[in-house]
């Protein structure tokens, strides 16, 4: 069976420093994958996407970037972090362009 | 792209049916309608889909007019643990992406 794994749960980091967030899959071979971002009350907001390995789409222009070093891999950075960085981000994957896609269960990201 | 419409929130009586609206009246005949759900502090969850018909599973049945510019989610028997998030989605399907609105607050009351 197919997992998402998404790490950490929380992350408390402060202003200006950098951040990555990991996130595999196993169980399956070339996903879709996305990460998305969640301010508190509000809906989720696609941040990325990759259909493969090194082939990141942005959707907003912002302080972070996304890489995808491996099929099963795709990771969330920034250089230097912002107060507005703060929310609840989450990975997810797809098989394709019409299936489901699966969640992990996110990181909650705390910039002070 | 086509967009969805939902109410921002509903309630329904436990061991009723919940029955949740989503307007997609731009929608393309390629495009499926998705609904997942998300619990507080967790990640969405996928609950079903459909393109042309009615579907049905374990958790729900989805229920998408003849012109497809509008579907239902029914909760045959809502629980206390339906309690969520739920949003409905059309599949943008050129950018390999799936976008979320705001989403229907279910609370489903004992």
């Known amino acids: 069976s197919q997992t998402i794994h998404q790490w950490p749960a929380t992350l408390v980091q402060p202003v200006g420093s950098p951040l990555s967030l990991e996130c595999t899959v196993e169980g399956t071979s070339n996903p879709n994958l996305y990460w998305y971002r969640q301010a508190a009350g509000r809906g989720l907001q696609l941040l990325f996407y990759s259909v493969g390995i090194g082939q990141i789409s942005s959707e907003v222009p912002q302080n972070l970037s996304a890489s995808r070093p491996q099929d099963r891999q795709f990771i969330l950075s920034s250089k230097k972090l912002l107060l507005s960085d703060s929310g609840f981000y989450l990975c997810?994957?797809?098989?394709?362009?019409?299936?489901?896609?699966?969640f992990g269960q996110g990181t909650r990201l705390t910039v002070v | 792209d086509a967009k969805t419409t939902q109410p921002p929130s509903m309630d329904c009586a436990e061991g009723r049916a919940a029955n949740l609206p989503c307007n997609h009246s731009t929608i393309s005949g390629n495009e499926y309608v998705y609904w997942y759900r998300q619990i507080h502090s967790q990640g969405p969850q996928y609950i079903i889909h459909?393109?042309?018909n009615n579907e049905t599973n374990e958790m729900a049945s989805l229920i998408i007019t003849e012109d497809r510019k509008s579907s239902t989610l029914i909760l045959p028997h809502a629980t206390l643990r339906d309690t969520a998030v739920y949003y409905c989605?059309?599949?943008?399907?050129?950018?390999?992406?799936?976008?979320f609105g705001a989403g229907t607050r279910l609370t489903v009351k004992p």
């Open positions: 459909g393109l042309k």
């Open positions: 989605i059309v599949r943008v399907w050129r950018n390999n992406d799936m976008r």
């Open positions: 997810a994957w797809s098989r394709g362009q019409s299936t489901e896609a699966f």
